[in-house]
């Protein structure tokens, strides 16, 4: 491997890993955030445990996250200076309003929460929930302001071979980032839902903490089935917003060698031979992409030979047909776990609003401690199709991968922060997941447990988890 694709890989494993945190740290914010809402407004100290059990969880990653941010940050000055002189005055507003503003506000109001129980009076403490969680929003907002420059660039200027910010309001209304951050931003909700859900179905399979649980299971989960359709809805939006903008990319997510015919079938799956630029064998559904791509049965998509000509003319010499086989799959594999996250979601709020959570069969429960892993699946897919889908381009149309790396660094050299950076990342990430493990296993600590004899919502309920009848039980 040559020191391009050694720096693509290691910049595509530290972003992966980080991308492990960063969708727990938006999802459970707002969970916990909802939950203390739920304690102050109802004065039912349940959720007040509820708060308490989950932030611990929310505490952990967001230490993680810290860390492995703050390594991905090195690679921009290590592997990508040419990326980095030629793009700087565009990305140094929104990745330094994101580190002065949203990390800060996240991280001075989670030390606030963390520190602030029975210290500050509950409604300055539930606003300080309310804006770690609004801070993880709003960071998740500058970084993909930064990143959809790099799939559409608007609002700079060419100037002494740099790429200058000119208009920071087109930077913010940039057509790619009004569909990929509400499509990120909903993923994210629906990992910690699904983190929640998961638990909280393991837990009620063991019959542990039943009433708790059984709660914790009931506001995770509506949470994943409205965040579970709005990931699909904006989806469908970006994706019909990028056959116009990048139809290179979304013929490759496709397998279109050819320009399709009119009206367009979906091709579900197919034996892609990006040597021969053909595909040996599809199975598809008619009429279906010209309905995705224009929102009616009609309509071709230009295909990628076509497409190769066309930016030859527009760019100049070159291979621009992305990794056909790469971009593909992982967009059928971000499909793929979207559809299941929504079929789960949507069962499991009948179940939890219907009949009791704890009651469903118990494959039901396995399933959903398994699920856990869904939207992680979701979130990398997707990420590799748009990053992978956008090559050779680091900034479509501006810059290539090849241009943008550093000049003068060896092999050996990414090779081995390479090796260096995923050790740190596979060690950081096994303590967070030994952790998120022993929390899991430990429950809500007898300290933050109402008094089974006097519980504040005035239900009763047995020291042995056995819900009561209306009156207290006696042991």
């Known amino acids: 491997m040559d020191v391009t694709e050694l720096a693509r890989l290691q910049f595509a494993l530290t972003t992966v890993f980080h991308f492990f945190c960063v969708p727990i740290s938006i999802g459970l914010s707002f969970l916990v955030a909802v939950m203390e809402t739920l304690y102050v407004v109802q004065k039912d100290d349940r959720y007040k445990r509820m708060a308490k059990y989950w932030g611990t969880f929310l505490v952990i990653n967001f230490a993680v996250g810290v860390v492995t941010g703050i390594l991905q940050e090195f690679q921009f000055g290590m592997n990508w200076s040419n990326f980095s002189r030629f793009v700087g005055d565009v990305f140094g507003a929104p990745l330094a309003i994101e580190a002065l503003l949203a990390f800060f506000l996240e991280s001075t109001f989670i030390g606030l929460w963390l520190f602030g129980w029975?210290?500050?009076?509950?409604?300055?403490?539930?606003?300080?929930?309310?804006?770690?969680?609004?801070?993880?929003?709003?960071?998740?907002?500058?970084?993909?302001?930064?990143?959809?420059?790099?799939?559409?660039?608007?609002?700079?200027?060419?100037?002494?071979?740099?790429?200058?910010?000119?208009?920071?309001?087109?930077?913010?209304?940039?057509?790619?980032?009004?569909?990929?951050?509400?499509?990120?931003?909903?993923?994210?909700?629906?990992?910690?839902?699904?983190?929640?859900?998961?638990?909280?179905?393991?837990?009620?399979?063991?019959?542990?903490?039943?009433?708790?649980?059984?709660?914790?299971?009931?506001?995770?989960?509506?949470?994943?089935?409205?965040?579970?359709?709005?990931?699909?809805?904006?989806?469908?939006?970006?994706?019909?917003?990028?056959?116009?903008?990048?139809?290179?990319?979304?013929?490759?997510s496709e397998g279109l060698w050819e320009t399709s015919e009119d009206p367009a079938p979906w091709t579900v799956i197919a034996a892609i031979d990006p040597k021969h630029q053909r595909n040996d064998f599809e199975l598809k559904i008619p009429y279906l992409l010209s309905y995705l791509s224009y929102g009616k049965f009609s309509g071709s998509l230009k295909g990628m030979k076509d497409l190769q000509a066309e930016y030859e003319q527009l760019y100049g010499p070159g291979h621009y047909i992305p990794p056909v086989r790469t971009t593909f799959w992982s967009f059928r594999l971000m499909i793929a776990a979207g559809v299941a996250m929504i079929l789960l979601a949507a069962y499991g709020t009948w179940l939890a609003f219907r009949k009791k959570a704890e009651h469903a069969r118990p494959v039901y429960l396995k399933t959903m401690l398994a699920a856990i892993a869904l939207p992680f699946i979701g979130n990398t897919a997707g990420w590799i199709m748009t990053e992978v889908g956008r090559q050779p381009w680091t900034v479509f149309g501006l810059l290539t991968t090849e241009d943008a790396v550093s000049p003068g660094v060896g092999a050996g050299e990414v090779l081995f922060t390479l090796l260096a950076f995923s050790a740190v990342y596979l060690t950081v990430l096994g303590v967070m997941a030994y952790l998120f493990v022993r929390t899991a296993r430990k429950g809500p600590s007898p300290e933050e447990a109402v008094d089974p004899f006097h519980p504040s919502s005035g239900e009763s309920i047995d020291p042995y988890g056995r819900e009561g009848t209306g009156r207290v039980v006696a042991q």
Do not use: C
């Open 118 to 252: 029975n210290r500050l009076p509950k409604g300055v403490h539930l606003a300080a929930i309310w804006l770690v969680s609004i801070g993880t929003m709003l960071s998740a907002l500058w970084i993909l302001a930064a990143n959809s420059f790099m799939q559409r660039p608007v609002g700079y200027a060419i100037r002494n071979g740099r790429a200058e910010l000119t208009d920071l309001g087109a930077l913010l209304t940039n057509g790619q980032l009004l569909w990929e951050y509400p499509h990120t931003l909903f993923a994210a909700l629906a990992t910690g839902a699904f983190l929640v859900a998961g638990i909280s179905a393991w837990k009620l399979l063991k019959k542990q903490d039943v009433p708790f649980f059984r709660t914790s299971f009931r506001i995770a989960i509506a949470v994943a089935l409205v965040s579970s359709f709005s990931i699909a809805l904006f989806g469908h939006g970006q994706a019909k917003y990028l056959v116009r903008t990048q139809p290179m990319k979304m013929a490759a």
